[in-house]
């Protein structure tokens, strides 16, 4: 008989499986399923269907046992034995939401929907219960219908002990009043540290207030969470600043979130000096849609400062409405305009307004609509005298273009450790220069990249052309030219 490895060698075997050998040792043997299968389920990735998701819960629920404790501390206490104890990070796609099918590389509503909602939104809540060591939950849509078929699904999520980020899409009244109430029961039980959400489409926006709603769960976590990222909301009953003279500058706010250093906030309602008051430890902030930033704008006298700060994302007009209305940008370290800067832009304020309010900035990310002339970059480089790292995305309507770019940056005065150049060609089926940027035909507003689908408002992230503009990131300047001169030469 041959030797075989014991229990603890092959458990460090198995942790250094991936996911498809993990898979496939479990069917050897059932010995090496038990041991297998705490990993096969560490993470769960769900997105094909809601068969596959209704397969797996009852999965969960069959194979996962409850027993009573007895402990002297606790007058009663479960334990949890089987798969759902091993599930640590659960994340439930787009496509397990609804019936889709796959036809060449579109995604079609399928004609009879065998899986609703509410046949296993109960199912989900009773598996829920059974995940005591689940740290993660992502799920990408329909969280409002999924509340509605089942009443306890938020008491469920937030009796989870272990539970620290959860990340929920579509959240809606009846959602968002039953995770209030769940969260004012189980406050002392909560552990979150990243609160992420967004508003269902039926709503324009989400008010939230302290002790109500989704606001209670803000409320009750504040002096843990680290990260917020929030779309649709309007937070000026949570965060707000009163000026009860005119003229005074007195901010008040009823909440303080002391170790939010994350905070992403797209198409919602607040005034700057909120959040100056109310983030004091922030030091990445992404701006979405934020109309707001305008009505709080640079006519101001009173600037307030994010002493904190390192690193901003948004708009370019954004960018410069929020740094021309706060003081003390010495620590912003890192920039990304996540929107196509154009020359109108540079006409509509002042030239290199963001730049020269970032003296210094080492990394610098940003789109353009068009190739710019030496001069451009020249002056470009001037304001950024300590600029490390440069992250181009360029609407090039030819190589020659991104060729004759690449030639001049290397006379510019921008001393760089790496630069990255990436060609976009308008209304090509090809986007950027290598096959692992070419994206699948879509409708406007949606994406289904690696069998994900996306609803964005922005242009940049859904293009008319129907074509994806999310590349591959991974070709740096260098390898871009070598890609040029073979192009020419061919």
Known sequence: MGNTPNDDVLDHILQACPTSSLAALSLVSSHIRILALPHLLRTVSLDRNPQELLTFLNFILNNTQSRNVEDPDVDHRTEILGAGRYIVKLEIGLLALQTTVRVGDRLVDAENEEYPISTWAPVLTCALAIMPNLHSIFIQGDVEEIAFHSPDFALALFSLPRLTYIDLWCVGLVASNRFGHAMDLRKDVSNLQTVKFNVHGDLEQLDLTAGEGMGSILCHTRGRLTEIDLTDCNLRNLLYDDESEEGHNEIKTPLIFPNVVILSLDSCDVSLKALASAFPALRT?????????HRNGPSQTYKVSFPSLVYIKGRYKDLHVFLDSTAAHNHLRRMVVDFPWSSDDDDAMPVFAVTRAVPFL?????????????????????????????????????TDQLDLLVRLMSDSPLVLKVTKFYSVHPGSSQLGFCAPCICFPHSPGECTCNRRRYKSRNPVFAHSTGHCTFLCKEHTNAEVYRHLQGNRHS
Not at 285 to 293: Q, R
Not at 369 to 388: C, D, I, K, N, Q
């Open 285 to 293: 902030l992404i701006f979405g849609f934020s109309p707001f930033s």
């Open 362 to 398: 080492k990394s610098l990310h940003f789109t353009h609509s068009e190739v710019m002339p030496l001069s451009w970059w020249e002056a470009l480089g001037r304001t950024l005298p300590h600029l490390t790292y440069l992250d181009i995305l360029l609407a090039a309507k030819a």
